[in-house]
């Protein structure tokens, strides 16, 4: 598959976007990610839920160049994150869990700024933020400085200017946490838009209807590993079926232990 990167073509497996091969990571001699197998197919979504701690964003950091591993292999677009990682940045965009944006700056400052960094086209830079400004419905307030925008607007602008690029590869690190219900439904018509021409996005979340909504896969991770994995589908069959009744019996009294506790 050939994708454009800015104004470069670049060149990605047409099987998988992204592969972990016995993936480590400690921190302190903690173990983060204890032998992490993972392989997301390319144009796909890819999920992964679990608790603080269960090593979700160690897992981004990684994939995108942030953090070395400490043991095992990954893979992105078929470059090694290790040996080869700037080639990993070329085909990637990464939005964390905190907006990172300028307060002091304008939304379409920011996106043109994101645009110098990342050599997007001279001829194509304008109509590139102005078709981000519109999928994202921040004309009202792009040419404000960023401090004036609310919660969901400023995780807008932070997703807008991880694609200005158009990568390949998108990380999104809890990216709907704490954004309201329509706020969060944007996001995801985003996300589906860019998957269907062919973008990858791996997802970490805590929301079990963001996977399902989203998610072409989900895996599971807790403790460093994945405890499970399938589509949505096939991950709520392995849940037992729905109680039509509850019954709650009550006694009279409790007993004498009982009482003392």
Not at 94 to 120: E, K, W
Not at 159 to 185: H, K, Q
Not at 240 to 252: A, C, I, K, Q, Y
């Amino acid at each position: 598959m050939t994708l454009r990167q800015g104004s470069t073509l670049v060149h990605m497996s047409t099987q998988h976007a992204i592969e972990t091969r016995a993936l480590q990571h400690s921190y302190a001699e903690k173990p983060i990610l204890s032998g992490l197998d993972l392989v997301v197919p390319t144009g796909s979504v890819y999920a992964l839920l679990g608790p603080n701690g269960a090593g979700k964003t160690t897992t981004v950091r990684i994939l995108a160049t942030l953090l070395r591993p400490t043991g095992g292999s990954a893979f992105v677009g078929g470059h090694d994150v290790r040996r080869d990682p700037e080639s990993v940045r070329r085909l990637i965009g990464v939005t964390g869990q905190f907006s990172a944006i300028d307060d002091l700056m304008t939304g379409r400052q920011q996106l043109g700024l994101v645009a110098d960094l990342v050599r997007v086209a001279r001829a194509d830079r304008r109509t590139r933020v102005d078709d981000l400004v519109d999928v994202f419905g921040l004309g009202d307030v792009v040419d404000a400085k960023a401090a004036t925008y609310s919660g969901g607007q400023k995780r807008k602008l932070d997703l807008a200017m991880t694609l200005i690029a158009s990568p390949a590869v998108v990380f999104l690190d809890e990216p709907t946490t704490g954004l309201d219900p329509r706020s969060r439904r944007d996001l995801w018509q985003v996300v589906r838009q860019r998957v269907s021409a062919g973008t990858t996005v791996l997802l970490t979340t805590q929301y079990l209807d963001e996977a399902d909504a989203l998610a072409d896969r989900v895996g599971v991770l807790d403790g460093g590993v994945l405890v499970a994995e399938g589509t949505p589908a096939e991950l709520k069959s392995e849940v037992g079926g729905s109680l039509d009744d509850v019954f709650l019996h009550l006694t009279d009294k409790l007993t004498d232990s009982e009482d003392a506790r």
